[in-house]
């Protein structure tokens, strides 16, 4: 019954909502006082789940609830949790409760906080219900429920250009969940079942090899759109230049985990031939991201722009990851989700700080000399950033790391030569991510202040909300790094096992 809570305590949360301010939550600030409720709530269920949860059989479905729900179809409401949701589960709720937490401080541009707090519920209830989803059919609503909220976040409470932003955003993932469904309804007609654990414990057995071909390039492409790979990022900029600092948030800690997670939980068990076939693709795509992206932060003069940017490239070695085909690098793609979701989540919430105390993003106008302006918030953003260009002993350095590990001994079934050249490129790729965020940080953390900033008054010190907001991810951040194994422990058997080798 615990998954049940955990979906269900946003979305009554959310509904709740939908009463009009005259009968229920008399205000703005009780609405955000409520948000923090429910989401600390939900917080503290999925920290029950993870007291529950038996550390000692990680690769084994736990704490599941399995009901007919459409008995004529075969469809059924089954959820569970095993070494590989449970991280993303307790990440995602703790970014969606340090949102609402940030949140009650800086509540959205032009105040509807009812609104905006019920469509980020609808969003938690979302992402969370992927990754306890154990039905094809019932992964694939849960997959869709963020998309109406997210666009309308980014499109209601965005900056310039939001609106194109959104309609981009929502026509991307769109096309992609069509492709999604067609791969998976070519999967559960041909396997007469739609249960995800039968399936990844059959193995592709039953399929045809051309079957797990076409469905899994169909599956792959429908979660590359949300993780996002090059060539289809080309959204994810604009998304996240235009929307709210919580929003972007949410999009790069959580949303753009649900493609790789799909990659793993469902495209690499279900149709393992069809990922051996496209596995040198993914990964040449994986490496064209990182250098591309890591070129394009290069590029940028501001500053959420090249975080997204960096978003794509540091997606890329988690795609490659999952491109060996091995349990190193599944299980580096996975660490590398949880080390993304922790370090882009904090510089997301450190760009918006700084766009708040100096009105602009632009690296350009912002100059110099933070550390003498603003030396806390300069010391964090420091913080994020040499952890996101993967400095050893922080929580960046392993996925990064063990993806390149794993393509220097990719799974035997895999041209070798190619994924030691893409380990080549991916390293490079590495290098110019120290550039762009070293180059970043000698622009507007170190130098002279400029004049204009010496008269504008000073700058406002970090608040109590937004430490609060910022801590528990440097702290996770440092833990991670030095204690990789904390992860790695959790995540091997269960990686080993949907790869098929018990």
């Excluded at 933070?370 to 350095?397: E, H, K, Q």
Aim: with cysteine.
């Amino acid at each position: 019954m615990i998954f049940l809570l955990l979906t269900a305590i946003p979305l009554l949360a959310a509904l709740a909502l939908l009463v009009p301010a005259g009968r229920f939550l008399p205000g703005d600030a009780a609405v955000a006082r409520f948000g923090v409720a429910v989401s600390g709530a939900t917080l503290l269920v999925a920290l029950s789940a993870v007291t529950a949860f038996d550390f000692g059989a990680p690769e084994r479905m736990q704490l599941e609830i399995d009901r007919a729900w459409a008995p004529a179809i075969g469809l059924r409401f089954h959820l569970g949790a095993d070494g590989v949701s449970l991280p993303l589960i307790l990440l995602t709720a703790l970014l969606t409760f340090l949102c609402f937490l940030y949140t009650a401080k800086h509540p959205p541009a032009g105040d509807r906080v009812r609104l905006f707090t019920a469509l980020l519920l609808v969003l938690e209830v979302g992402l969370l219900g992927t990754f306890v989803a154990l039905d094809l059919v019932l992964f694939f609503v849960f997959f869709e429920v963020v998309l109406i909220p997210m666009y309308a976040v980014i499109a209601i409470w965005g900056g310039a250009g939001r609106r194109a932003a959104a309609y981009k955003f929502i026509l991307y993932t769109l096309l992609g969940s069509g492709l999604l469904l067609a791969g998976m309804l070519l999967v559960g007609v041909n396997a007469g079942t739609l249960d995800m654990t039968e399936l990844a414990a059959r193995h592709g057995s039953g399929l045809t090899h051309g079957v797990q071909v076409t469905a899994f390039v169909l599956m792959g492409l429908g979660f590359a759109v949300k993780a996002p790979m090059w060539p289809l990022h080309t959204w994810l900029p604009d998304a996240h230049t235009a929307a709210p600092t919580v929003g972007s948030v949410l999009l790069a800690g959580v949303l753009l985990k649900m493609g790789t997670y799909g990659l793993v939980r469902v495209a690499l068990p279900l149709a393992p031939d069809g990922a051996a076939f496209w596995a040198p693709w993914l990964g040449l795509f994986a490496v064209i991201g990182i250098v591309w992206g890591s070129l394009a932060c290069l590029a940028q003069t501001d500053l959420k722009r090249m975080i997204a940017y960096s978003s794509v490239g540091h997606m890329g070695f988690v795609l490659l990851g999952i491109a060996t085909l091995t349990p190193v690098g599944v299980n580096a793609a996975l660490f590398g989700n949880i080390a993304h979701g922790l370090i882009t989540g904090l510089l997301f919430f450190l760009a918006g700080a700084v766009k708040d105390r100096y009105g602009t993003g632009d690296l350009r106008e912002l100059g110099g000399g933070m550390l003498t302006s603003a030396p806390r918030l300069a010391s964090i953003l420091t913080f994020a950033s040499v952890a996101s260009l993967g400095l050893p002993g922080l929580a960046g350095f392993w996925g990064e790391m063990l993806a390149l590990l794993g393509a220097y001994k990719p799974h035997a079934d895999l041209p070798r030569t190619t994924f030691v050249v893409f380990m080549a490129v991916g390293a490079l790729g590495a290098v110019l991510t120290a550039a762009y965020f070293l180059r970043m940080l000698a622009r507007i953390t170190h130098g002279p202040v400029p004049d204009a900033r010496l008269t504008a008054g000073p700058v406002a010190a970090v608040s109590r909300y937004e430490y609060a907001a910022w801590i528990p991810l440097v702290v996770l951040t440092l833990l991670v790094g030095l204690w990789p194994k904390t992860l790695l422990d959790v995540t091997t058997a269960p990686v080993r096992a949907l790869l098929g080798g018990g």
